[in-house]
């Protein structure tokens, strides 16, 4: 049985997003601002994945990638790999980021995120 888009919206926007790793940057003089952040999961087909971020609110500007991530000794890494990934929508709101996520892939696969905050 499918499910519709309302009740896989409202499961996924319950489930626990892993928390960011943030680093803060500032532009050279001229007041422009913006935090880059990165967050890490794992999930496939079309779902909404929540970071919290204390720097935004719902009039932020936010700029977003995805990229497949790979493991080896070393940890983990972008890789190319064979599924498409892509971030459809990006939904600021006080204190998170909700991203649609589109991963092309039978089962999950791990992901990062890459984004920036103005």
Do not use: C
């Not at 952040?37 to 009039?59: C, K, M």
């Amino acid at each position: 049985m499918s499910k519709t888009f309302e009740e896989a919206a409202a499961e996924a926007m319950t489930a626990t997003a892993e928390p960011a790793t943030a680093q803060e940057r500032t532009a050279p003089a001229g007041g422009f601002t913006h935090a880059a952040r990165v967050v890490t999961g794992s999930t496939h087909g079309q779902t909404w994945f929540r970071s919290n971020d204390s720097t935004v609110n719902r009039d932020s500007v936010v700029v977003a990638s995805i990229t497949e991530l790979g493991f080896d000794s070393s940890g983990a890494f972008p890789m190319r790999g064979f599924a498409r990934m892509q971030v459809s929508n990006v939904v600021p709101g006080p204190g998170f980021v909700d991203f649609w996520l589109n991963i092309d892939w039978a089962s999950n696969l791990s992901f990062r995120i890459n984004y920036q905050v103005s």
